[in-house]
């Protein structure tokens, strides 16, 4: 597991590199962090995913920009728009590049990244996206179109992003792309991750329900494994296009 730097349009990109033991090629996967920035937990989750057999690459969005590029990035992950998906998109091409990467790859986000998740699964050449509790657009039937199959996990206790599971469930059904959607009904908001910050920081996220939920937590990395084992370990995996016509 290292920190490198990953060539993009604007500029040369850290990020956190995490390699699966033994030998390759492996399928990638692109890892966006939350609003917290590439953090610990983020550096885990990718590492979690190279214990499982995938090559991960988590892009820091925010490296060296100030909190003006803080401010874009949020934004960005709710628009579909923005320097940001320029990082993401040069991410994937990195990956998918690679001697050790079978050239399949996915993308996993979290919170903030879970909004970027699905916002490239339509734009880019990615086989699998994984959407943990982002924002899902109103318009996300047009906003879906062509995009890759979605494994999506949310808390039905996150007051802050009520329907968006049934939003993203009517919207993949209606446009035929396969999915996993689940709403975990005992978890919040960040189920997955280790915030921490301490006694005081730590009853707060457990008050406003944004705290770590293992049980959730468990049988979502499970059905996000099993989701990504379809879709990049299989080659002859397809994904619809907006015409209707697959693509590999």
């Not at 705290?211 to 959730?216: G, L």
Request: glycine letters at 12%; aromatic letters at 8%.
């Amino acid at each position: 597991m290292a920190d490198l730097t990953y060539a993009s349009a604007a500029g040369p990109r850290p990020a956190h590199l995490a390699v699966p033991p033994g030998d390759g090629p492996w399928p990638g996967v692109v890892v966006v962090h939350d609003a917290l920035g590439l953090s610990d937990d983020i550096r885990s989750q990718a590492d979690r995913l190279a214990a499982s057999g995938y090559l991960a690459l988590a892009p820091d969005l925010y490296a060296g920009d100030g909190l003006r590029c803080v401010l874009a990035t949020l934004q960005a992950s709710r628009s579909g728009g923005g320097r940001a998906y320029q990082h993401l998109e040069a991410a994937r091409r990195s990956l998918s590049e690679r001697p050790d990467c079978n050239g399949r790859v996915g993308i996993i986000g979290f919170c903030m990244g879970g909004g970027f998740a699905v916002h490239c699964a339509p734009q880019y050449e990615f086989q699998a996206a994984s959407v943990n509790y982002g924002e899902v657009p109103k318009d996300a039937v047009e906003r879906l179109r062509g995009a890759c199959p979605i494994v999506a996990s949310f808390g039905r206790r996150d007051l802050t992003l009520r329907g968006r599971a049934e939003r993203l469930e009517h919207a993949l059904t209606t446009l035929g792309i396969p999915h996993d959607i689940k709403e975990y009904p005992d978890a919040g908001h960040s189920f997955l991750n280790h915030i921490g910050g301490g006694p005081v920081i730590g009853t707060l996220l457990r008050v406003t329900h944004f705290d770590y939920h293992e049980p959730s937590a468990d049988d979502a990395w499970s059905r996000i494994v099993a989701f990504f084992d379809e879709h990049l370990r299989n080659p002859r995996a397809r994904t619809p296009t907006d015409d209707g016509e697959d693509r590999t």
